[in-house]
Nanobody
Framework: QVQLVESGGGLVQAGDSLRLSCAAS????????MGWFRQAPGKERTFVAS????????FYTNSVKGRFTISRDNAKNTVYLQMNSLKPEDTAVYYC???????????????????WGQGTQVTVSS
């Protein structure tokens, strides 16, 4: 059983940056594909980014390409989401998730991800 704890959210202005972290425990972190998802108020949870177990494969939803970067440190059992040039439409609760599948896992609403964190709020004011 893997436990995931996100941190790093907050209230920022448009154009600012934030780095989210997700610390994992209770499993072999380096064997999991990791993903970030977000859920805006009144909307479904959606895919943001995914990174494979070794960190050399990533995938992003179109709306964050060039602004967000997903990375991982297997020695620290942590996955990160660096978010630059934030926009008000990035406002959401951000969740990290772990998948037992190998390779980048891209699913619209989190299907095929097995473990989830509790989420961290990101609010971007205009």
């Amino acid at each position: 059983q893997v436990q995931l704890v996100e941190s790093g959210g907050g209230l920022v202005q448009a154009g600012d940056s934030l780095r989210l972290s997700c610390a994992a425990s209770g499993g072999t972190f380096s064997t999991y594909t990791m993903g970030w998802f977000r859920q805006a108020p009144g909307k479904e949870r959606t895919f943001v980014a995914s990174i494979n177990w070794s960190g050399d494969g990533t995938f992003y939803t179109n709306s964050v390409k060039g602004r967000f970067t997903i990375s991982r440190d297997n020695a620290k059992n942590t996955v990160y989401l660096q978010m630059n040039s934030l926009k008000p439409e990035d406002t959401a609760v951000y969740y990290c998730a772990a998948s037992r599948l190998r390779g980048v896992v891209v699913t619209p609403n989190g299907e095929r991800y097995d473990y989830w964190g509790q989420g961290t709020q990101v609010t971007v004011s205009s």
